[in-house]
C-alpha cells in the first residue's frame, strides 16, 4: 500500500485481498490485490461496473461471501481500541458479534428482504435479541431514535408491516436497523439503486445526517458516480477486480489519474452543468474469465501502449493522498471543471 | 462468407430439422449437467433399442407344458411361464406394446393441451372460459375408474385405442400447464416487439411462444408417458385391455390369474414384469427430474 | 401540417381488484416528424403506460390518439397494421427483449420477409445494412449468434435494429439505456441521434433520469409526467434552464450531479411530504398538492389546474406559476430555443 495514512484513526484496514469464484467452468479471481484504509468516520465509495467486483469486496469485509467464493489472499484487519484483528480468522461466534455490531451491512435490493410476516417493531426487536439482552422498552427508545433520524415517524412505522410502507421507507427501515447495535463500519451495497429520484434524495440526505450525528464509517459500493460525488470523502474505482485509483473526492472528480476513471466522468451527464460532450468508452465490460495480459483495461484505454499489455501493473502514488495503477498517469491528469460556470446555473435556480 | 450466404428464408422442413437437431444436441447437453439424469437416459435408450429390436430378432417362445413354472437356468434365464414359455424371451419382446401406447396416449395428450391450452391462453375470453371449463370438469373426475367403466363398454381391439382413451383423460392437467406457460410468455417483452412489428398470432404463438416452451413440454410428455404406462399396466391387470400378444402388462395378468403367487419357482415370472415396468418408469422419472434442474434458469450457464 | 403523432386528451384506467387505477388522465402530446421527445417521470407517473399506447399496444379508455391526422383506433384494420407498423418500442431489459430461441438473423428476417420488403439474399443484404447502422459491425459476427451470445449493449442494439426493419417514423425508446452500463451507455444515446439525423424518425425517449433526457433530448422537447398527468412541457434547454412546475424544480434539485462542487452547491428543494399517493387513490385538484411547497390551500386542493401553453412549445399546470406569470412575476427567458 502506497499511502501512508496511518495512524490511530484507521478503523479496517485491508491488505492484499485476492477473491476467487469456482465455477464449472474453472476458477476466476472476482478481486484482486485490493488494498486500502478505512479511517473513523469517513465515507469511502468503491465505484465500478458489472464485474468490476465492488459488490464481492463489500461482502467479503463481513465474511458473507457465498460458498462457491473463496478468499485466494489478503488480510482484513479491524482496529478495536487501536489494536488490529484478524477478521478472516474470527470464530463464529466472534464473527456474528462483529457483523451488526461493528461491521454492519445493508444489501443490494434490500427493501425486499424484510420479513413480511412481521411488523417492523418485531423486526427490531428481533435483531437486538440476537446480539443484547435490552429490554422491550430500550429496544423501543433506541429504534424510535433511530427511525426520527431517518425521518420517518416512529409511532406509525413500528406497528406496520413491511408491504405497507413504500421501497424508500423500507430503505430507510433498514438503514436505521442497521445502526440500532452503534457500529463503526456500515457498508451500503448500491443504496439508491431502483428508487425513484425524489427518494433517493431523501436517502441520500438522510445518510449524511446520519453520519454528521453518529460518526459512523461508511463504504459505499455503487457504479453511480453521482452518489459518490455526494456522499463520499474518498472515492476508489474499480476494473475487472482491481482498484484502479483512490483518492479524496474533488481529486478523484477534477484530477482523475486513470483514464478509466477519466473516461467514466466522460460518460457521466450533468443536468445542471451546462453543455458537454459525452464520450463513450469503446469495447464491452471485461470478461473475468478471460482477461487479456496486463492491465484489464487496456483494450479499451485511449492511453494505451505496448508496456500496458505485458507487465502487471503496480499501484503508483499520485500524491500523499492518490493513488493510480496507471503507468501513464501523468499523460491522463487534467484539471476537469471550472467551479464558476457551474455555479452561476445553480444559483441562477436557487434563486428563483 | 459461403457459410452465411445460405438462403435466409430456411425452408420449413430444414428449419424443422435444424431445430430438431439443436434441440436434440442441447437436450444431450443439459441432460449431461446431472450424471444421474444421463445415466437415466442411456438405461432409456438400451430399453427402448431392446423392446423394439428384440421382436424382429427372438421369437415368440413355444409352450413347453412339460416344463411349467421352472426356476432359472441356462436355457431360461427367468425361469418359464405358466405354459412352460420361456419368460426372458417374453421381457426382451414384451416392451414395444407398453412403449407405444404410452408414447401415442403422451402424444395424443400433449397435442390436445398444447393446441388448446395456447388458444384458451392467448385468445381469452369465452373461448379460455369453456375450455378451462371443460378442463377443470375432466379433472375431477376419477380418471382410473372411469377408465376402467369406459374400457369394459367399449370393445378395445386395438393398443392405439386404448391410447387415445387413456389420452382422453390425460390432457387437462397439461392443458391448464400450457394455458399458465403462454398466459406469462405472452406479456414478453419480445412478444410485445412482434405484435408491434404486425408479425401475425400463428407467427406469435409458433414461433416466438411455443419454442420457450420446449423444456416445459418435453417434460410433461415424458410425464404423460409414465401416467399413461400406469393406466396401460392397471387396464391390462383387471382384464379390461385386449390380450392378445404377450406385452409386461399381459404377463401381468396371466401371472396373476394363473397363479403365479402360488408357486415357489414361479417368483421371476411375476416379478419380470414388474420389474421391468418400474426400470421402464424410474429412467423416464429421472431424466425429468434432472431436465427439470437443468432447465432452471438460476443455473443456466450464461452463454 | 399536421404532426406526425398526436396524443389528445388520452386516459387509461385499470380495473382491479382493489379498485379503479387511473395510469392516465387527459394526457396531450404532439411529436412532430423526426423531433426528440423526451418524456420524464418517476415510477407510477404513467409514462411506460403512454409509450405503449403511443406504439399502439394499448388502447386508451378514454381519448383519441391520431396518427397523421387520422384516429388509429377507428381505422380499418389495413390503416391499424400500417399504423403499428409506423411506430416501433424497444424495450428497457435486455434480457428480456430478445426472443432466447432465434439467432439475430432470425429475429430480424422475420418483420422483412413477412412484411415482403425483402426476399432471399435481398434479406440477408437488408440485415447487414441495418446491423452496420447500429453500430453492430463486421455484421457478420453477429447473424448466427443467439441473445446470451451477446453482451447488454449488444441486446439492445440488435432491439434496435429489429425496430428499424419496417423504416418507422416513430420509435418508443422505453428506458432503453438504463439497464445498460454506464460505460456503454452513451454509445448507445449516440448511435440512436445518429439513427434519427440519418433516418429522420421521431423519437419518444422515456427516461427517469434527467441528465440522460438533456443529452439526448437537447434539440427537443421534454416533457415532465406526475401520477399520470403532464404537468410540464418546454424546449429541454428551456427546461432545465428555467424549471416552472414545482415537480420538475423539485426533480432537478434532486438529482444527484458527478461533480463534488456542483452537488454541494446545489440548493435542496423542501417537498412538504415525502409519500407517494397511490394511484387508486389520487389527491383531489392538483394531485401533486400534498407535497407542493407552493401549495395554496382553497385552490390547489380543489381545482385541478389547466396544462397552460405559457410560449413557444411551453406548457405548465400549475395555479401559481399560471399566476406568477400573468401578474409578471415571473418572466420566461429568452433564449430557451437550445444550442
Not at chain 1, 317 to 327: F, G, L, N, P, T
Not at chain 3, 26 to 32: G, M, P, Q, R
Not at chain 3, 56 to 81: H, Q, V, Y
Not at chain 3, 114 to 128: E, K, N, P, S, W
Request: aromatic content about 8%; proline content about 6%.
Amino acid at each position: 500500500m502506497i499511502i501512508r495514512n496511518s495512524g490511530p484513526d484507521i478503523i479496517l484496514s485491508v491488505r492484499d485481498l485476492s477473491i476467487e469464484y469456482a465455477t464449472d467452468r474453472g476458477t476466476f479471481r472476482a478481486v484482486r490485490g485490493a488494498t486500502f484504509d478505512l479511517h473513523r468516520g469517513e465515507s469511502l465509495a468503491l465505484i465500478g461496473e458489472s464485474g468490476s467486483g465492488k459488490t464481492t469486496l463489500g461482502l467479503a469485509l463481513v465474511r458473507l461471501l457465498p460458498r462457491a467464493a473463496r478468499i485466494a489472499k489478503g488480510s482484513i484487519a479491524y482496529y478495536q481500541g487501536g489494536k488490529p484483528q484478524d477478521v478472516l480468522a474470527f470464530s463464529d461466534q466472534h464473527l456474528r458479534h462483529f457483523r451488526w455490531e461493528e461491521c454492519a451491512m445493508v444489501f443490494q435490493g434490500a427493501q425486499n428482504s424484510l420479513n413480511p410476516v412481521l411488523t417492523i417493531r418485531s423486526q427490531f426487536a428481533d435483531t437486538v435479541r440476537a446480539h443484547h439482552r435490552w429490554r422491550g422498552r430500550e429496544i423501543e427508545r433506541r429504534a424510535a431514535e433511530l427511525l426520527e433520524m431517518v425521518q420517518l415517524d416512529p409511532e406509525r412505522v413500528l406497528r406496520s408491516f413491511p408491504h405497507e410502507l413504500s421501497g424508500g421507507m423500507r430503505q430507510r427501515v433498514l438503514i436505521a436497523m442497521s445502526l440500532l447495535l452503534q457500529p463503526e463500519v456500515l457498508i451500503l451495497d448500491e443504496p439508491t439503486t431502483a428508487l425513484d429520484i425524489l427518494t433517493q434524495r431523501a436517502i441520500i440526505e438522510v445518510l449524511r445526517q446520519l453520519k454528521q450525528q453518529l460518526h459512523f464509517a461508511t463504504i459505499f459500493v455503487s457504479h453511480d458516480l453521482s452518489l459518490a460525488a455526494e456522499l463520499a470523502d474518498r472515492v476508489a474505482t474499480m476494473y475487472a477486480g482491481r482498484i484502479v485509483e483512490l483518492g479524496p473526492v474533488d481529486d478523484i472528480f477534477y484530477r482523475p489519474a486513470h483514464p478509466y476513471t477519466a473516461a467514466l466522468l466522460d460518460a457521466v451527464p450533468t443536468v445542471l452543468g451546462g453543455e458537454e460532450q459525452l464520450i463513450s468508452i469503446p469495447g464491452s465490460p471485461p470478461d473475468l474469465r478471460t482477461l487479456p495480459t496486463g492491465c484489464p483495461f487496456h483494450p479499451r484505454c485511449s492511453f494505451a501502449i505496448d508496456r500496458c499489455r505485458e507487465d502487471d501493473v503496480p499501484d503508483e502514488a499520485v500524491s500523499d493522498r492518490q493513488q493510480v495503477a496507471c503507468i501513464r498517469w501523468r499523460d491522463v491528469r487534467r484539471d476537469r471543471r471550472q467551479p464558476a460556470p457551474a455555479k452561476s446555473l445553480a444559483g441562477r435556480i436557487a434563486a428563483q | 462468407m459461403a457459410a452465411t450466404l445460405t438462403a435466409t428464408r430456411e425452408q420449413p422442413v430444414r428449419r424443422l430439422w435444424r431445430q430438431a437437431t439443436d434441440g436434440i444436441r442441447s437436450t444431450l447437453s443439459v441432460l449431461s449437467y446431472n450424471k444421474v439424469g444421463l445415466v437415466a437416459a442411456w438405461v432409456l435408450a438400451v430399453i427402448v433399442i431392446i423392446s423394439f429390436g428384440a421382436p424382429l430378432v427372438v421369437q415368440e417362445p413355444s409352450p413347453d407344458y412339460a416344463n411349467i413354472y421352472a426356476s432359472p437356468s441356462a436355457a431360461h434365464l427367468l425361469g418359464t411361464d405358466f405354459q412352460g414359455a420361456d419368460v426372458f424371451s417374453q421381457v426382451l419382446r414384451g416392451g414395444q406394446t407398453v412403449i407405444l401406447v404410452g408414447l401415442v396416449a403422451a402424444a395424443a395428450s400433449t397435442f390436445i393441451s398444447v393446441v388448446f391450452g395456447a388458444l384458451a391462453a392467448y385468445v381469452g375470453g369465452w373461448v379460455n372460459t369453456i375450455i378451462t371449463g371443460l378442463a377443470d370438469v375432466v379433472l375431477t373426475i376419477p380418471s382410473f375408474p372411469l377408465l376402467v367403466v369406459l374400457a369394459a363398454y367399449l370393445r378395445l381391439n386395438s393398443p392405439i385405442l386404448l391410447a387415445l382413451l387413456i389420452a382422453a383423460f390425460g390432457w387437462p392437467t397439461l392443458l391448464l400447464a400450457v394455458r399458465g406457460q403462454v398466459l406469462s410468455l405472452k406479456e414478453r417483452d419480445y412478444v410485445e416487439a412482434a405484435r408491434s412489428l404486425d408479425l401475425g398470432t400463428p407467427h406469435i404463438m409458433f414461433r416466438e411462444i411455443l419454442p420457450n416452451m420446449r423444456a416445459y413440454l418435453a417434460m410433461y410428455f415424458v410425464l404423460s408417458m409414465t401416467n399413461a404406462i400406469y393406466a396401460q399396466v392397471g387396464l391390462y391387470l383387471l382384464g379390461f385391455a385386449p390380450l392378445a400378444g404377450d406385452n409386461w402388462g399381459i404377463m401381468l395378468n396371466l401371472a396373476w390369474y394363473r397363479g403365479a403367487i402360488f408357486y415357489k419357482n414361479s417368483f421371476w415370472y411375476i416379478m419380470a414384469p414388474i420389474v421391468a415396468i418400474s426400470v421402464l418408469q424410474l429412467t423416464m422419472v429421472t431424466m425429468t427430474r434432472s431436465l427439470e434442474e437443468a432447465f432452471n434458469p438460476r443455473l443456466r450457464k450464461a452463454g | 401540417m399536421s404532426a406526425l403523432l398526436e396524443v389528445d386528451h388520452a386516459g387509461q384506467s385499470f380495473r382491479t381488484r382493489r379498485g379503479v387505477i387511473q395510469a392516465l388522465q387527459d394526457v396531450n402530446l404532439t411529436i412532430e416528424a423526426g423531433q426528440v421527445v423526451c418524456l420524464v417521470g418517476e415510477s407510477g407517473s404513467g409514462k411506460t403506460t403512454l409509450g405503449k399506447m403511443i406504439a399502439g399496444l394499448r388502447r386508451p379508455t378514454a381519448g383519441r390518439i391520431l396518427f397523421e391526422g387520422k384516429d388509429i383506433w377507428n381505422e380499418s384494420k389495413e390503416g391499424f397494421a400500417r399504423y403499428r407498423r409506423a411506430v416501433q418500442i424497444v424495450h428497457q431489459d435486455p434480457y428480456a427483449s430478445l426472443n432466447p430461441v432465434h439467432r439475430v438473423k432470425d429475429a430480424l428476417a422475420a418483420p422483412l420477409e413477412r412484411h415482403r420488403v425483402t426476399y432471399g439474399a435481398g434479406t440477408l443484404q437488408r440485415i447487414r445494412e441495418i446491423l452496420t447502422l447500429v453500430d453492430l459491425t463486421p455484421p457478420e459476427d453477429f447473424l448466427d449468434k443467439y441473445p446470451h451470445q451477446l453482451s447488454g449493449g449488444q441486446r439492445q442494439r440488435v432491439s434496435i435494429a429489429r425496430a428499424l426493419t419496417l423504416n418507422p417514423r416513430l420509435i418508443v425508446a422505453d428506458e432503453a439505456v438504463s439497464m445498460v452500463d454506464t460505460s456503454i451507455r452513451v454509445s448507445l444515446l449516440n448511435t440512436l441521434l445518429r439513427l434519427r439525423d440519418e433516418l429522420d424518425v421521431a423519437f419518444l425517449f422515456i427516461t427517469h433520469d434527467l441528465g440522460i433526457a438533456k443529452y439526448f433530448g437537447s434539440g427537443g422537447v421534454t416533457a415532465v409526467m406526475y401520477l399520470g398527468r403532464v404537468v410540464e412541457q418546454a424546449l429541454t434547454f428551456g427546461l432545465i434552464a428555467q424549471p416552472l412546475h414545482p415537480y420538475t424544480r423539485a426533480l432537478l434539485a434532486a438529482i444527484p450531479e458527478p461533480d463534488p462542487e456542483l452537488t454541494r452547491q446545489k440548493e435542496k428543494t423542501l417537498l412538504r411530504s415525502m409519500e407517494v399517493p397511490s394511484l387508486l387513490h389520487l389527491p383531489s385538484g392538483c394531485t401533486f398538492h400534498p407535497r407542493c411547497p407552493l401549495f395554496v390551500e382553497g385552490l390547489c386542493d380543489l381545482e385541478r389546474p389547466e396544462f397552460l401553453p405559457v410560449g413557444d412549445h411551453r406548457a405548465v399546470a400549475c395555479h401559481v406559476v399560471a399566476r406568477q406569470l400573468a401578474s409578471g412575476m415571473v418572466a420566461i427567458a429568452k433564449g430557451g430555443e437550445g444550442p
